[in-house]
């Protein structure tokens, strides 16, 4: 694994963890994580991932895990949306001599929705879609005092202004009191965002929650204990969205973060098949 660094187009430095195998097989697969998580939670996926012949990047969102500028805040979605897409033509370079393999998105929780906003807005870009318990529909949103901050901060035109993230809690991640302190303890976690931020995620929310088709194939993970995601707004959705091929998968033991359950190679094992 190496971690490394893109620049995006308004000059900001993003860092991502890369994890090459010793021959690409399979493709290239580029991930998106959560509001909170950052690329450093799902190092054993991205190595197993690499193990079966992917290139994976994973890319640590502005303003989180390894990107320290401007911590929390984003200008808009389209600015997310584009650092995905520029970060996918810097792979497509530094790759060259495989960039006529595959290349999957995938989206972890939050990362679901930027990655289907992404996949939907820039058509024919990727050849698949993965979703694993994506933030498209949510149980968990902001209390009404959060609410009350952001429609006040908004009103004033205060993009600055930080507000507590909604799911600032490792027990709605996982189960495992082992992984719950590594999320309470972790300092590259994302706590808070800027106003700026929830903005751009209000847009996200609309966009994602729009998409009706695809060009590529889409596959959706769903943990069936979940209590921050709405599986069964998901499923409804996913079961009306048009696209090329659709596969579902739901967890019966999985609280919500695939990668902090015990029998976590069961969803790299069916990724890794849903990809041959």
Same mark, same amino acid.
């Given at each position: 694994?190496?971690?490394?660094?893109?620049?995006?187009?308004?000059?900001?430095?993003?860092?991502?963890? &890369?994890?090459?195998?010793?021959?690409?097989? $399979?493709?290239?697969?580029?991930?998106? @994580?959560?509001?909170?998580?950052?690329?450093?939670?799902?190092?054993?996926?991205?190595?197993?991932?690499?193990?079966?012949?992917?290139?994976?990047?994973?890319?640590? #969102?502005?303003?989180?895990?390894?990107?320290?500028?401007?911590?929390?805040?984003?200008?808009?979605?389209?600015?997310?949306?584009?650092?995905?897409?520029?970060?996918?033509? @810097?792979?497509?370079?530094?790759?060259?001599?495989?960039?006529?393999?595959?290349?999957?998105? +995938?989206?972890?929780?939050?990362?679901?929705?930027?990655?289907?906003?992404?996949?939907?807005?820039?058509? #024919?870009?990727?050849?698949?879609?993965?979703?694993?318990?994506?933030?498209?529909?949510?149980?968990?949103?902001?209390?009404?005092?959060? =609410?009350?901050?952001?429609?006040?901060?908004?009103?004033?035109?205060? $993009?600055?202004? #930080?507000?507590?993230? !909604?799911?600032? %809690? !490792?027990?709605?991640?996982?189960?495992?009191?082992?992984?719950?302190?590594?999320? #309470?303890?972790?300092?590259?976690?994302?706590?808070?965002?800027?106003?700026?931020?929830?903005?751009?995620?209000?847009?996200?929310? $609309?966009?994602?929650?729009?998409?009706?088709?695809?060009? *590529?194939?889409?596959?959706?993970?769903?943990?069936?204990?979940?209590?921050?995601? %709405?599986?069964?707004?998901? *499923?409804?959705?996913? &079961?009306?969205?048009? +696209?090329?091929?659709?596969?579902?998968?739901?967890?019966? =033991?999985?609280? @919500?973060?695939?990668?902090?359950?015990?029998?976590?190679?069961?969803?790299? %094992? %069916?990724?890794?098949?849903?990809?041959?």
């Amino acid at each position: 694994m190496e971690i490394r660094q893109f620049q995006a187009s308004d000059g900001y430095l993003l860092h991502y963890r &890369q994890w090459m195998p010793e021959t690409i097989r $399979r493709g290239h697969l580029i991930l998106l @994580h959560g509001i909170q998580s950052h690329s450093g939670w799902y190092e054993y996926s991205s190595q197993r991932f690499a193990e079966a012949g992917l290139t994976v990047s994973f890319l640590d #969102r502005r303003g989180s895990g390894m990107n320290a500028a401007a911590r929390g805040d984003a200008a808009s979605a389209e600015r997310l949306m584009r650092d995905v897409v520029q970060f996918h033509e @810097h792979l497509r370079f530094e790759l060259a001599a495989d960039a006529e393999l595959p290349w999957t998105l +995938c989206g972890l929780s939050w990362g679901g929705k930027l990655a289907a906003a992404t996949a939907s807005r820039f058509a #024919r870009r990727f050849d698949g879609l993965a979703l694993l318990y994506p933030g498209i529909h949510a149980n968990v949103r902001a209390s009404w005092w959060q =609410n009350f901050q952001l429609n006040l901060a908004d009103f004033a035109d205060v $993009r600055d202004k #930080r507000i507590p993230i !909604p799911v600032d %809690d !490792p027990v709605l991640f996982t189960g495992d009191p082992k992984w719950q302190e590594f999320i #309470r303890n972790d300092e590259f976690a994302l706590r808070d965002v800027t106003v700026g931020f929830l903005r751009a995620n209000r847009v996200l929310d $609309r966009i994602a929650q729009s998409v009706s088709s695809l060009d *590529c194939s889409t596959l959706l993970m769903l943990a069936a204990r979940d209590q921050i995601i %709405d599986n069964r707004a998901t *499923c409804e959705h996913f &079961q009306r969205l048009r +696209c090329p091929r659709k596969t579902l998968f739901e967890y019966g =033991n999985a609280q @919500h973060t695939l990668e902090f359950e015990p029998d976590r190679d069961q969803f790299i %094992d %069916d990724l890794i098949r849903w990809l041959s």
